[in-house]
């Protein structure tokens, strides 16, 4: 198995002159109604820009219509087992896993079902530059045994019986809740972000990495390590904001992770840079015994 792309080709929709204040993406605009996918992406407002952007999407949506029924196949391949048999015994995964029917495995992205719609190209090249060229960073990218750090900015209320914690990176979570003497302890982090796949209904669906995977298919490296895991509501493997609904599971057509870099589906797209925020109060109240 080859892992050397030979070169990144440029990431398309990217740009120095991008304004600080959004994110470059790319968006499935084919397998969105054009008046919908019109509200999101960021072209100038000129009635020129307009009408050539609705010209655009509605080309992208007839694309789609012009495919082929999708035939779904197993995306899951064989490889070298040695490296994904010691990423499994992990306690993390383990842990992370525990009760599902899962498995790690080398899978082909290309055909691997995309749920969410955009994403982000700032900063992809570089994100996945190691990992495209050496296995063991391609298994550290995919699979973190270790969890992100987070740049978190706080602030006190007033009263100060409240705190706002505030951060760059948008999967800060709360990761736990511990007692010990004298106080109780609330944990937020980035939790571990493992490239996961979902099968569901006979397709597979990626379910967490989406930026990280695409760069790799855009970097030419398409056979990528990853949690494989079975859903049975198509609920459980919903990846936050931004998805789409439970429809694309019996869409003719649905979209598929080389899409976001196919020009005929997809296009050059911006949305504002947002920051992932916490208020947590402790305000006093008083229960009957």
């Given at each position: 198995m080859s892992l050397s792309a030979g070169g990144l080709p440029?990431?398309?929709?990217?740009?120095?002159?991008?304004p600080k204040t959004t994110h470059t993406t790319r968006l499935l605009a084919g397998f969105i109604p054009p008046e919908k996918a019109a509200r999101t992406v960021h072209w100038e407002q000129t009635p020129q820009a307009q009408?050539?952007?609705?010209?655009?999407?509605?080309?992208?949506?007839?694309?789609?219509?012009?495919?082929?029924d999708f035939q779904p196949s197993?995306?899951?391949?064989?490889?070298?087992?040695?490296?994904?048999?010691?990423?499994?015994?992990?306690?993390?995964?383990?842990?992370?896993?525990?009760?599902?029917n899962w498995s790690v495995e080398w899978v082909d992205m290309r055909q691997v079902v995309a749920v969410q719609r955009e994403v982000i190209t700032d900063g992809l090249e570089q994100?996945?530059?190691?990992?495209?060229?050496?296995?063991?960073?391609?298994?550290?990218?995919?699979?973190?045994?270790?969890?992100?750090?987070?740049?978190?900015?706080?602030?006190?209320?007033?009263?100060?019986r409240g705190i706002t914690l505030v951060s760059p990176n948008p999967n800060l979570r709360l990761t736990g809740l511990r007692h010990?003497?004298?106080?109780?302890?609330?944990r937020f982090g980035i939790p571990a972000g493992h490239v996961t796949v979902a099968r569901f209904q006979g397709r597979h669906y990626l379910r967490n990495g989406y930026h990280r995977v695409a760069g790799l298919v855009h970097a030419g490296?398409?056979?990528?390590?990853?949690?494989?895991?079975?859903?049975?509501?198509?609920?459980n493997m919903v990846v936050g904001d931004g998805g789409f609904g439970g429809e694309v599971a019996t869409w003719r057509v649905p979209p598929?992770?080389?899409?976001?870099?196919?020009?005929?589906?997809?296009?050059?797209?911006?949305?504002?840079?947002?920051?992932?925020?916490?208020?947590?109060?402790?305000?006093?109240?008083?229960?009957?015994?």
């Open positions: 440029p990431l398309l929709g990217g740009g120095e002159n991008a009408a050539e952007l609705r010209r655009q999407l509605d080309a992208r949506c007839r694309a789609v219509a012009r495919r082929a197993d995306v899951v391949l064989r490889g070298d087992r040695e490296p994904l048999d010691e990423i499994a015994a992990r306690s993390d995964l383990q842990a992370g896993f525990q009760g599902q994100r996945v530059l190691m990992a495209s060229q050496d296995r063991a960073a391609l298994l550290e990218l995919c699979l973190p045994e270790a969890a992100e750090s987070a740049e978190v900015e706080f602030n006190l209320d007033p009263d100060r010990q003497t004298g106080a109780v302890v609330i490296v398409t056979t990528v390590p990853a949690v494989v895991t079975d859903v049975d509501t198509f609920e598929v992770m080389a899409d976001f870099w196919d020009e005929t589906v997809s296009i050059a797209s911006a949305h504002p840079i947002r920051r992932t925020g916490y208020h947590i109060r402790a305000d006093e109240i008083r229960l009957p015994a």
